[in-house]
């Protein structure tokens, strides 16, 4: 399961924050929580395909969260998609999907199943699948909203290969029953059980989805031992007041839900336009709960790292990063041994934005290690921790 930030605002974009969305990758398919507009665009940007989305989960009916979910809807009917979209959101959803349609004088080539959710339900589970299934839970906003847990069912257990062979099973149909759950007796007579070839079901992955919501118990109901954790932290805790006023979370409420829910990696987004650099955020998350990381489009999480790397691959915010890194690299360069200690402004002075070059001419290429470094959610990097003061949001918040 890969988990791709798409826009991590709240209400209002900035030039570098796009409007709520969150994509979950899994076994080829995407499934989306909300759609802000851009979302589609984000989309493309992170590697994803428009064409793979299976599921759309409105959460609730703030402009910000649902604004992107025509113009996917147009893009899908001009990609000539004929399979099903299964839409969830709250009660209405339909009728404004449909009249939007209906007013465009479009006929979709593709049927569209919607799944309403209406005010005063405790639990509803929204999506179930042979493979995974979807729960919602109202949360607490100043409009009607709920979150999601989406959960993969437990995979069977590993079948010992050996011990089966030496029992005599080289058929493919007893390795199915066999894993299914069934024992067999062979031709010789003898019964195989189950429980002795198969090992114990693995658990499946989860994520929770929580945004736009004051600290509430159904959010750690929803979180309860999840691999990933996304959660709103609009405000930091000098701005709880607000918090409170406006229906939002601080970074210190999502830690708290992560905390109690026992969750395995917390993610804050839906940043409040205030922060251009949302930095202080992560320091008061990581204050009462760890692991906890920024949201950042794009760049995205995985719940097993070793399978799922390279698998979704960004197009264009690494090469933003990369260029940013470029420059703090010179900045970062240390002087060699003998020469001359002379002060270095921290903004750098002209001579540091200069590109290094080698003895040929060329700009010199950077290190694995170093890009690697850049990557302020990467806990394994080698990089010993500096402190400096952010000035960008594109500045390593590891090393606070
Ligand atoms: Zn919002």
């Known amino acids: 399961m890969i988990i791709v930030p798409l826009g991590v605002a709240s209400a209002t974009p900035t030039a570098v ?9 899994r076994e080829g398919d995407v499934h989306l929580f909300d759609c802000g507009e851009n979302a589609q665009m984000r989309m493309l940007q992170a590697g994803l395909k428009r064409s793979k989305i299976e599921n ?35 009660k209405g959803i339909k009728d404004y999907v449909e009249w939007n349609v209906k007013f465009a004088k479009i006929e979709l080539n593709f049927p569209i199943e919607f799944v309403e959710v209406e005010e005063g339900f405790e639990l509803q589970r929204v999506i179930d699948t042979d493979d995974y299934y979807v729960e919602a839970r109202p949360l607490n906003h100043t409009s009607f ?19 089966a062979h030496t029992l005599g099973i080289t058929d493919d149909e007893q390795f199915k029953a066999l894993k299914a759950g069934e024992d067999l007796t062979l031709e010789s007579g003898t019964l195989v ?33 999840t691999n990933i954790l996304y959660h709103e932290a609009t405000f930091s805790d000098s ?16 830690a708290r839900v992560a905390n109690e829910a026992q969750t395995k990696l917390l993610v804050i987004g839906h940043f409040s ?3 251009t650099n949302p930095f202080v955020l992560l320091r008061e998350a990581r204050a009462k709960f760890f692991p906890a990381w920024l949201a950042t489009e794009l760049r995205p999480i995985y719940t097993n790292p070793s399978q799922e790397k390279g698998i979704v691959k960004p197009k264009i915010q690494i090469q933003e990063m990369d260029e940013k890194q470029g420059m703090k690299t010179q900045k970062r360069h240390k002087p060699e041994k003998g020469g001359s200690k002379k002060f270095r402004s921290r903004k750098g002075g002209p001579s540091d934005r200069r590109p290094r070059r080698d003895d040929s001419g060329e700009r010199r290429k950077r290190r694995p290690e170093q890009r690697q470094g850049n990557d302020y959610n990467n806990q394994g990097s080698s ?18």
């Open 193 to 225: 059980k189950s429980y002795d070839i198969v090992g114990h079901p693995r658990p499946g992955d989860s994520f929770a989805y929580i945004s736009d919501t004051k600290y509430c118990p159904n959010s750690v109901k929803l979180a309860m031992n």
């Open 273 to 275: 336009a205030r922060y």
């Open 56 to 90: 759309i989960f409105i959460s609730h009916f703030d402009m910000d969260h649902y604004s992107g979910l025509l113009g996917l809807i147009s893009t899908l009917q001009l990609q000539r998609r004929d399979k099903t979209l299964t839409i969830v959101g709250p």
């Open 239 to 254: 701005l709880a007041d607000k918090a409170a006023e406006t229906g939002h979370s601080t970074s210190s409420d999502a």
């Open 17 to 25: 924050r796009h409007l709520p969305s969150v994509a979950l990758w």
């Open 383 to 400: 990089r010993p921790t500096k402190h400096i003061t952010p000035r960008t949001p594109f500045d390593n918040f590891d090393r606070f």
């Open 145 to 163: 909203c709920m979150g999601f847990r989406f959960q993969e069912k437990d995979k069977p257990g590993k079948v010992d290969a050996d011990k």
